[in-house]
């Protein structure tokens, strides 16, 4: 009698077979990748820097290793509870319970919208009518916004697309953010811009209203991913894996998603 495979044996085979994909949803990391800019009097993240230690020479004849500088919220990245002052009681990257950084994603497409207005919000009825139609949004999981606004991850301007106003970009209106943290049963937001709020979100009241109700929720960011196209509306599992940082806000992370394909 033979004894059925556990459920880690068969994802293993699943994903050596191919019927479990794993899509990267990171973008690389590199001195062009984009960052965010505030106004001038306030501090800035640094852009990511490779500083080279030896590269099979004198230095070191038989390695190759790299010093590196970066933000915390450079590139691709998490955003943990105390990166906002609504949270600063809260959790650090490295507190972050290791459980809450894999979960079920709800994928919702408004890259349609965000083409035709780059300032596109997406409200609370949205997210209701993707609930009509898809089921409601997992438990413990991540609301992913598809926008298509990975394309542009190749150029700082057109990635920050700033004019005069400042930049503008899609992202959720303030109740919409409000509704998502405090009333959704999803454990954080994931979005394909620098960072989770709308490019106005600034002249929001409260102002970066994803950051101040996400974070004093206990809830947290993913920003700057890509490839979302790849995933389905549902049915997708996130695993984020952000640095450990003792004190950190934050961490660039490597974000995969684990897709069933038929």
Known sequence: MHEQPSVLTALVSALREGSIEVVDLTSPLSSSTPVIQLPPQFGQTAVFELEEISRYDDRGPAWYWNNFRSGE?????????????TGKDLADVASVPAHRLIGPAAVLDFTAEAAKDPDFLVEVAHVKAWEEHN?????GGWLLL??????????????????????????LSPECARWVAEESPVIGLGVETVGTDAGRGHSFE?????????MGSDKYGLTQLRNLAELPATGAVVIAGPLPIVAGSGSPARVLALVERS
């Open 146 to 171: 598809r926008t298509g606004w990975d394309a542009r991850s190749h150029s700082q301007e057109a990635f920050l697309n700033a004019d005069e106003n400042g930049p503008h970009t899609p992202g």
């Open 73 to 85: 919220h450079t590139g691709t990245h998490f955003d943990a509870p105390n990166h906002w002052v």
């Open 206 to 214: 409260p102002a970066f209203p994803c950051h101040s109700y996400l």
């Open 135 to 139: 089921g409601p949004l997992p438990e």
